[in-house]
């Protein structure tokens, strides 16, 4: 049977089968996360289970709670999620697959813009939005409209946690900045995720990753050596900040359970990317020394970089004189071992051109394979540039399930290689925990699909105001008749 009709006779089966069966064959999947909001009795608090009444008793586990197997950190928290792209709904996704429920606000009609960032596209909604929206319910509302921010104050008063990621201002001119929302939820905590913060010169400008990574830095320090500046391969500067706020939000719901007081805060991509800079920007801030493009090698350990082979590349480090002289013995070059140009590292980074030709021209004489098989077991950090097949099919990703399997909404097929009939391969958590499994995920919404039911569950609207709303334009419901 072939692998299609495999997966496809065992999607009745539970996510751990079809991990399994799965993992043998190309890639490994992994269950995702389900969340079920329960009974919330009181949204000025956050719901977390009733210990000896201190945060200290909460931490050290005093909490019998049945099903406590099951049960995930963040189950009855709920988060309305304003944003779009990718910072804000990486955020939020993470706090989704821990358990919040996450309501995502979209504009009737386009929704989020990544949904037609494509090709390529599974059905009508791009690999891109699919990738960064699982674990969360739609609404489709226009909050221009009074109505329309009525509808989000009215939400955030139920909701733990608001996320944001507009133009500072913007929403507060619709009347749903922090100051506006405070008034009518005091428990929220207000995550804006902007460009350059709520201050300085720079504060009105939108945020864009590239433009971010150029203004922090990361373009200057990336690239090759003497080339041009070249952009990271993925968004960093945009994930980083995703990373930040989602720490960010954890830390406010752990603030709020000791004072039962809401708060704002203020990520952005500028001071998410500067603090990411780490040592780069300590050698300037202390040693006023500017840092350079390296391509792929260190600026302060030699060797340590991609190196050229016959069919690839590898990269190959040396941390220290023992590791020096394993790679000049596993590249048969033990007369540079003693060579007193390299003796050190010190000396390496001062004569680093020399002794790179030498090891390059070495590599360059075998296939990468060949490479890989003389370095296993050498206690040399080691490994290939992989491609995204390889990366999907090597050994260790498939011992560490980090991927889900999703059932497209819209039933839609694409050539994309892991869909199998409507089920779509994304990335899942890169965290195990052994006290809860990550599991059942939800899979990323169409365009208003929740609407009904976030109005009517959440909101208690009855059927003629939602009707009304939906003559005034004000709110859409996914294929709504």
């Known amino acids: 049977m072939s692998a299609s009709g495999m997966l496809g006779a065992k999607m009745g089966r539970n996510s751990r089968t079809i991990y399994h069966l799965w993992k043998g064959l190309c890639s490994p999947l992994d269950i995702g996360v389900g969340s079920f909001l329960g ?3 009181f949204p000025q608090l ?10 200290r008793g909460l931490q050290q586990g005093n909490c019998p709670h049945p099903g406590a197997d099951t049960v995930k950190p963040l189950d009855g928290v709920r988060i309305l999620d304003l944003t779009r792209v990718l910072a804000g709904p990486f955020a939020t996704m993470n706090l989704g697959d821990l358990g919040a429920e996450v309501i995502k606000v979209e504009k009737p ?31 489709a509302v226009n909050m221009k409209k009074a109505k329309g921010a009525k509808i989000i104050k009215e939400l955030a008063a139920v909701c733990d946690v608001l996320v944001e990621n507009y133009i500072p201002g913007k929403l507060a001119g619709m009347g749903l900045g922090y100051d506006e929302i405070n008034k009518v939820a005091p428990h929220i905590i207000y995550c804006s995720i902007t460009g350059y913060g709520q201050t300085g010169p720079k504060f009105q400008q ?13 373009l200057h320090i990336t690239g090759p050596e003497g080339g041009e500046p070249v952009r990271p391969g993925v968004a960093m500067t945009d994930l980083a900040t995703g990373l930040y706020a989602y720490g960010a939000i954890m830390a406010a719901l752990l603030q709020r359970h000791k004072t039962g007081k809401g708060m704002h805060l203020d990520c952005n991509l500028l001071s998410s990317q500067v603090a990411c800079l780490t040592y780069i920007a300590s050698n300037f801030l202390n ?13 302060s350990i030699v060797p340590y970089q991609a190196f050229r082979t016959k069919d690839g590349y590898i990269v190959v480090g040396a941390g220290n004189n023992q590791q020096f002289a394993t790679v000049c013995k596993l590249l048969s070059l ?34 990468t394979s060949k490479w890989l098989d003389h370095f296993e077991g050498s206690g040399v950090p080691y490994g290939p ?18 991927l889900f399997y999703h059932r497209h909404q819209s039933g839609s097929r694409s050539s994309w290689v892991f869909q199998v009939e409507n089920y779509v391969v994304c990335k899942g958590p890169a965290v195990r925990y052994n006290q809860f499994e990550v599991s059942d995920p939800k899979p990323p919404p169409l365009v208003g699909q929740h609407t009904l039911d976030v109005l009517k569950s959440k909101l208690g609207y009855k059927d003629d105001v939602i009707q009304d709303l939906f003559d005034a334009e004000v709110i859409a419901q996914h294929e709504f008749k």
């Open 385 to 402: 540039i992989n491609s995204m097949k390889q990366v999907f099919s090597d050994p260790q990703a498939r011992d560490f399930p980090v």
């Open 287 to 299: 040693c006023k020394t500017e840092a350079i493009r390296w391509g792929t090698a260190h600026a």
């Open 334 to 367: 033990p007369e540079i071992i003693h060579d007193l140009k390299y003796k050190n590292n010190q000396q390496r980074v001062v004569n680093r051109k020399e002794l790179i030709g030498k090891l390059s021209a070495r590599f360059l004489e075998e296939e």
């Open 206 to 218: 939108a945020g864009y990753d590239s433009v971010a990574a150029a203004v922090s830095g990361l």
């Open 39 to 41: 009974p919330r009795a």
């Open 109 to 139: 009609g386009s929704g989020d813009d990544t949904r037609s960032w494509g090709p390529p596209f599974v059905g009508t909604e791009s690999v891109y939005f699919l990738s960064v929206n699982r674990n969360k319910k739609s609404i």
């Open 46 to 55: 956050l719901r977390l289970p009733s210990c000896s009444g201190s945060f």
